[in-house]
């Protein structure tokens, strides 16, 4: 495949049909119905027939479904939630089934029976009858039985797959109705998912053009049918709703193919609605884990920061919470607040049925900027609803790092406010959505009506004669977000510069290293002295969307006051969904080129100034454009970790993206902080060896990385080598220093780097 090709010149339509089919089947989660465990005995061709690709008959779902294979070690990191199984990937399934095996051993016996107990619908039709091999003798074979007996007495499902997914009620994902036209062979599908939205790529291997009624596991959304081969996205002219699914009239060409889209988020209007809020409403019954609830309905409206509803890792089904509201509510989403968790990149996922009706399911982001954050936010619903009951339950994620959080607010609300508003305003940071869901005209703000009475305020006291009508007085200010820098010594530990404002950066330089620099004189960035080089890490600090000046920095740069726009603080939409969006597109774009050109421009320019390089990890959760943060440095950076169990690895990380500043920018040097590992059972622990790493390498330097940098090389002061295994990052890094024992062996790997 080159230009040699006759047909190259023609060839642009097919690789953009490719482009968008891989960019479709990139996004979002794989959606299956059924893991097979592959079994433990060796060789293992994964579910396929010895020596071929066909499917083996044990392994094999109905048309409709689909399905993973399971190897052995992920077997052990599975979990459970809500009857599913849930694999490491984030992927469920409502069924795992075990294969027909003769021999299992008693540990992979013990992990079924766990899952099992945790709530996992086991299909397992033939009990093992021994333990593999010779090392556990017969002891191990009546252990085998017994604990195959104990699986099968848990309650496993002694029936075929097909079986067992009819008698949960899981019908097929699709289903082929009727052939419209000449048609040969099944269509080949796939479906993935995301909180948004469901998209099924479905192909028909026909000779003549077709139309095909499908039937998908799908309901409450209008299909659409986009179509990679022309980029063209229509609304399915002939579909209907039955029995809680979608059938739809797909359109083949010869050898076609089509991305059958349920967007849950539509752009469908929603009336003038209620201006009333649903915390006036009274509230029925509230119930917590199924079980009526002592929580008084109204402590879930008053909107106070108070908690009122905690929720724990490994609750399960009472991480739920039901309120009835026996008037009705016309609501167009929730006001949702949540109190403590932890502050570092986590989310749950957040799914309400209203009046029985899955109507959210979406994730919700924990980290934030400084101080954890406690303001209420907005989840918009899919259209206006009339609420009767609401259920909300509350799904930890897959990390595990936390553990409980509490929930302040819930309550439906007729009022709709910017939804998302923590990545939009740079409160933290996250991918920003589009928000497609346009606002009713009660709901928002008109700029023109919006007052600015800061010089009516004498010694903190508003005097203002009030025009007749309602108003809301909002007061706007900024405060130091208290983060400090980490990790750090007691005697280092202080408070993060304003990244934003380049005196500052250059007060916090002068009052730090330009101050060994002057210790150093002449020294100071000579390579001998040690000391030529300021090199930032990964940005791990949070976020910061403020400085002083800022408001006349914004008038500067975009050439409008955001003086109006300042209710977007708040949540509060103004002149609309759009407009609200592209100011703080405006907004974000200000705060992104403060950052690169204050933080990272004016460090570079004082490590000039003292004769010193500048080294930077342009990424991480700061309010930046990562490539922008990166172009003002001598040395751009990025990382990758090393991988102790598979020497074959060909991960480099994100060195590619820091080779596009350098190769830009003609930077001579793209370096990495390179084979950095964490104490876990894949990498770390003094395991590390060169030929573990070289690959890894090898890939980083095709990437256009030309400088590594070891994490960790630790200085060792006892010439003796008394203290052993000597200084070290704590649990971090593949300690590459002389206390490995390869150390001495090392030398032509160095030379080779």
């Not at 079924?112 to 945790?118: A, C, D, F, Y």
């Not at 934003?500 to 002449?522: I, K, N, S, T, W």
């Given at each position: 495949l080159d230009r040699t090709q006759t047909w190259w010149p023609l060839a642009k339509?097919?690789?953009?049909?490719?482009?968008?089919?891989?960019?479709?089947?990139?996004?979002?989660?794989f959606a299956a119905d059924v893991l097979f465990f592959e079994g433990e005995e060796a060789p293992n061709q994964g579910g396929n027939v010895d020596g071929g690709a066909a499917t083996?008959?044990?392994?094999?779902?109905?048309?409709?479904?689909?399905?993973?294979?399971?190897?052995?070690?992920?077997?052990?990191?599975?979990?459970?939630?809500?009857?599913?199984?849930?694999?490491p990937g984030g992927v469920r399934y409502r069924v795992l089934a075990i294969p027909p095996v003769k021999a299992m051993t008693p540990k992979m016996l013990r992990q079924i029976l766990k899952l099992r107990r945790e709530g996992a619908n086991v299909v397992w039709r033939q009990k093992p009858e021994r333990a593999p091999g010779c090392s556990l003798g017969a002891k191990g074979d009546e252990e085998v039985r017994r604990l195959a007996d104990e699986v099968f007495a848990a309650g496993v499902l002694q029936m075929t797959v097909s079986e067992a997914l009819a008698k949960l009620g899981v019908g097929p994902q699709v289903v082929e109705v009727k052939v419209r036209g000449k048609g040969e062979g099944k269509v080949s599908w796939i479906h993935r998912y995301e909180p948004t939205a469901d998209w099924f790529f479905v192909a028909l291997p026909n000779r003549d053009a077709t139309e095909l009624d499908l039937s998908f596991r799908v309901s409450g959304c209008e299909p659409e049918l986009w179509d990679a081969e022309s980029g063209e996205i229509t609304s399915a002219s002939v579909w209907r709703m039955e029995k809680g699914r979608t059938i739809v009239r797909v359109p083949f060409n010869v050898c076609g193919s089509k991305f059958v889209v349920f967007r849950r988020t539509t752009t469908e209007m929603w009336g003038n609605g209620s201006r009333r809020d649903a915390e006036t409403q009274r509230c029925g019954d509230v119930k917590v884990g199924g079980e009526r609830s002592k929580v008084e309905g109204w402590r879930l409206a008053d909107g106070k920061n108070d908690p009122v509803v905690k929720m724990k890792r490994g609750d399960g089904e009472k991480n739920v919470i039901q309120i009835d509201y026996p008037q009705g509510i016309p609501a167009v989403g929730l006001d949702l607040q949540i109190i403590g968790g932890d502050s570092w990149a986590e989310v749950f996922t957040l799914e309400v049925e209203a009046n029985g009706e899955a109507v959210i399911s979406r994730p919700i982001a924990l980290a934030q900027s400084g101080a954890r954050d406690t303001s209420i936010q907005f989840v918009p619903f899919p259209r206006l609803l009339t609420v009767k009951s609401l259920k909300a339950r509350f799904k930890f994620g897959k990390t595990g790092r936390l553990h409980e959080f509490t929930v302040g607010e819930l309550r439906p609300v007729a009022r709709r406010r910017i939804a998302d508003w923590g990545p939009k305003?740079?409160?933290?940071?996250?991918?920003?959505?589009?928000?497609?869901?346009?606002?009713?005209?009660?709901?928002?703000?008109?700029?023109?009506?919006?007052?600015?009475?800061?010089?009516?305020?004498?010694?903190?006291?508003?005097?203002?004669?009030?025009?007749?009508?309602?108003?809301?007085?909002?007061?706007?200010?900024?405060?130091?977000?208290?983060?400090?820098n980490h990790p750090a010594s007691d005697h280092g530990r202080g408070l993060e510069v304003d990244k934003l404002d380049a005196a500052a950066m250059d007060f916090h330089f002068e009052q730090y290293v330009a101050r060994l620099c002057?210790?150093?004189?002449?020294?100071?960035?000579?390579?001998?002295?040690?000391?030529?080089?300021?090199?930032?890490?990964?940005?791990?600090?949070?976020?910061?969307?403020?400085?002083?000046?800022?408001?006349?920095?914004?008038?500067?740069?975009?050439?409008?006051?955001?003086?109006?726009?300042?209710?977007?603080?708040?949540g509060r939409i103004v002149g609309g969904t759009e407009e609200t969006d592209r100011f703080l597109e405006d907004f974000r774009r200000v705060?992104?080129?403060?950052?690169?050109?204050?933080?990272?421009?004016?460090?570079?320019?004082?490590?000039?100034?003292?004769?010193?390089?500048?080294?930077?990890?342009?990424?991480?959760?700061?309010?930046?454009?990562?490539?922008?943060?990166?172009?003002?440095?001598?040395?751009?950076?990025?990382?990758?970790?090393?991988?102790?169990?598979?020497?074959?690895?060909?991960?480099?990380?994100?060195?590619?993206?820091?080779?596009?500043?350098?190769?830009?920018?003609?930077?001579?040097?793209?370096?990495?902080?390179?084979?950095?590992?964490?104490?876990?059972?894949?990498?770390?622990?003094w395991m590390t060896t060169p030929f573990g790493i070289k690959h890894q390498s090898d890939r980083a330097f095709a990437d256009g990385v030309n400088r590594l940098i070891y994490h960790r090389f630790t200085h060792q002061p006892w010439a003796d080598d008394k203290y052993l295994p000597g200084m070290t990052m704590g649990r971090w890094g593949m300690h590459l220093d002389r206390t490995q024992t390869w150390w001495p062996l090392a030398k032509p790997f160095f030379r080779y780097q």
């Amino acid at each position: 495949l080159d230009r040699t090709q006759t047909w190259w010149p023609l060839a642009k339509p097919f690789f953009r049909y490719q482009s968008r089919c891989q960019y479709m089947l990139q996004r979002g989660m794989f959606a299956a119905d059924v893991l097979f465990f592959e079994g433990e005995e060796a060789p293992n061709q994964g579910g396929n027939v010895d020596g071929g690709a066909a499917t083996r008959t044990d392994f094999s779902v109905p048309f409709g479904y689909d399905k993973d294979i399971c190897p052995t070690d992920a077997m052990y990191a599975l979990k459970v939630e809500n009857g599913e199984v849930v694999v490491p990937g984030g992927v469920r399934y409502r069924v795992l089934a075990i294969p027909p095996v003769k021999a299992m051993t008693p540990k992979m016996l013990r992990q079924i029976l766990k899952l099992r107990r945790e709530g996992a619908n086991v299909v397992w039709r033939q009990k093992p009858e021994r333990a593999p091999g010779c090392s556990l003798g017969a002891k191990g074979d009546e252990e085998v039985r017994r604990l195959a007996d104990e699986v099968f007495a848990a309650g496993v499902l002694q029936m075929t797959v097909s079986e067992a997914l009819a008698k949960l009620g899981v019908g097929p994902q699709v289903v082929e109705v009727k052939v419209r036209g000449k048609g040969e062979g099944k269509v080949s599908w796939i479906h993935r998912y995301e909180p948004t939205a469901d998209w099924f790529f479905v192909a028909l291997p026909n000779r003549d053009a077709t139309e095909l009624d499908l039937s998908f596991r799908v309901s409450g959304c209008e299909p659409e049918l986009w179509d990679a081969e022309s980029g063209e996205i229509t609304s399915a002219s002939v579909w209907r709703m039955e029995k809680g699914r979608t059938i739809v009239r797909v359109p083949f060409n010869v050898c076609g193919s089509k991305f059958v889209v349920f967007r849950r988020t539509t752009t469908e209007m929603w009336g003038n609605g209620s201006r009333r809020d649903a915390e006036t409403q009274r509230c029925g019954d509230v119930k917590v884990g199924g079980e009526r609830s002592k929580v008084e309905g109204w402590r879930l409206a008053d909107g106070k920061n108070d908690p009122v509803v905690k929720m724990k890792r490994g609750d399960g089904e009472k991480n739920v919470i039901q309120i009835d509201y026996p008037q009705g509510i016309p609501a167009v989403g929730l006001d949702l607040q949540i109190i403590g968790g932890d502050s570092w990149a986590e989310v749950f996922t957040l799914e309400v049925e209203a009046n029985g009706e899955a109507v959210i399911s979406r994730p919700i982001a924990l980290a934030q900027s400084g101080a954890r954050d406690t303001s209420i936010q907005f989840v918009p619903f899919p259209r206006l609803l009339t609420v009767k009951s609401l259920k909300a339950r509350f799904k930890f994620g897959k990390t595990g790092r936390l553990h409980e959080f509490t929930v302040g607010e819930l309550r439906p609300v007729a009022r709709r406010r910017i939804a998302d508003w923590g990545p939009k305003t740079f409160a933290f940071r996250r991918p920003v959505p589009e928000d497609r869901v346009p606002t009713p005209d009660d709901c928002l703000i008109r700029k023109e009506e919006v007052r600015d009475v800061s010089s009516l305020v004498k010694d903190s006291v508003l005097d203002w004669d009030v025009p007749v009508g309602e108003w809301v007085v909002l007061r706007v200010g900024s405060i130091c977000n208290g983060r400090c820098n980490h990790p750090a010594s007691d005697h280092g530990r202080g408070l993060e510069v304003d990244k934003l404002d380049a005196a500052a950066m250059d007060f916090h330089f002068e009052q730090y290293v330009a101050r060994l620099c002057r210790e150093l004189g002449d020294l100071a960035g000579n390579v001998k002295s040690g000391f030529n080089n300021i090199l930032v890490d990964s940005f791990e600090v949070g976020s910061q969307n403020w400085t002083q000046k800022f408001e006349e920095e914004f008038m500067r740069r975009r050439g409008y006051s955001l003086r109006p726009y300042l209710p977007a603080f708040a949540g509060r939409i103004v002149g609309g969904t759009e407009e609200t969006d592209r100011f703080l597109e405006d907004f974000r774009r200000v705060v992104a080129d403060l950052f690169a050109e204050n933080y990272a421009g004016a460090l570079a320019k004082k490590c000039h100034q003292y004769g010193l390089l500048c080294s930077l990890e342009p990424y991480g959760n700061c309010p930046a454009d990562n490539l922008q943060y990166g172009q003002y440095v001598d040395i751009p950076m990025g990382e990758f970790w090393s991988h102790t169990s598979n020497p074959y690895a060909a991960d480099a990380g994100n060195a590619k993206f820091v080779s596009y500043i350098a190769h830009v920018w003609g930077r001579r040097y793209c370096a990495t902080e390179s084979f950095t590992a964490s104490p876990s059972a894949n990498s770390g622990r003094w395991m590390t060896t060169p030929f573990g790493i070289k690959h890894q390498s090898d890939r980083a330097f095709a990437d256009g990385v030309n400088r590594l940098i070891y994490h960790r090389f630790t200085h060792q002061p006892w010439a003796d080598d008394k203290y052993l295994p000597g200084m070290t990052m704590g649990r971090w890094g593949m300690h590459l220093d002389r206390t490995q024992t390869w150390w001495p062996l090392a030398k032509p790997f160095f030379r080779y780097q």
